[in-house]
DNA sequence: CGATTCTTTGAAAACAGTCAATCTGTGTGG
DNA sequence: CCACACAGATTGACTGTTTTCAAAGAATCG
């Protein structure tokens, strides 16, 4: 599983291979079933978490018990709360498995550690940083601007290697329509 | 002008007089009248701006030819295009007083260099890129999970010091709902 | 004052949500 | 292998919300 990782990584930066072995040691791995969940509202996110496989969602119960969905993450993505990652207070979301999946973690500590040890791979994981930047505010751009037809078009665009590994429900929960209307959405486009 | 921002990271960080010197003598000052830009769609992002005093909006336009508002930002605050900034490449946003206002700004290449001399510089500037991060997760949970009067009512809360001073259309295009509706919302709160 | 910007209002149309029922596909246990 | 349960998707009828368009009423500024 750390193999997905090397390889992740070394498409995108330039490490030693000690540097390598100092990653792996600190890494910890885990399969996760379809439907199970890694991160519940309540408990602190206190771990980094690549994807070697599968597909993730995170999400968070709005006021009237819906689960919406903040974002997807599959395979070479990494998943987190960061607010509870970057404050320690327990989180609001969840994080739950779409499929069967397989990741690697690493503890805060462990991956602050890293980042001190391996400035390649902090400057690294600061670019992606930035490049989520980049896409919530384009996010929120279209969720001020677009209509549900709109939305979903630009997901599927945004998305293309996922969307037909999601439930429509879930796209929905992420659009922030209801299941119905994404439904007739998707059956009667408008034409223009 | 300078002394508002002495006192901004005086207040939030420890610095030396020597470090605070370097930092001003990259600055440079500017007034920007009410109504004007000081970025336009197409123009390259090139600076880190600091607001000592005013307000102003970060927007975009939309198919339709509508200004929707990304955010606003006053005293004490930061704005730029995210995007333009880290890529170099022409912006999709407007930055515009609605205030007179004025600002300090560092050219990319200066500002990186005085993040490179210091390091608290560096830790705290990081800080604030991962505290709006959360901001801006926590708008799109919003924005997925709330109606419009919801997203207003919250609007008024998180901005509790500037929502008095923006005209409405403004809200409403931050909001993404027309402004007709957002009258209609703030004349006729439904009551609960 | 006059011009401009901003806000409000009304009526109609478009859009999206709700509720209830049905349909489809999948996988599991007997 | 079948039957059944279950998750997911669709549809219809209805309700509620938001937009659109047009007009008019405040407020602000030079």
Redesign the pocket.
Known sequence: MFDNFEKYLSERITLTNGEFSLIQSFSKEKKIAK?EFILRQGEICGDATFIAKGLLRLSRTDH?GNERTLRFATENGWISDRESYLTGRPSNCNIEA?ENSEVLFWGKEDFRHLLGQIPVLKRFMKDLMEKSQVVNQNRIFTSISS???EKYLQFIENHPTIFNR???????SYL?????????????P?NK
């Open positions: 439907r009237k779409i209509s549900a037809e999601l439930p429509l429900h879930m796209i929905a922030g329509v209801t299941r119905e209307t994404l439904s007739r959405i998707r059956r009667y408008v």
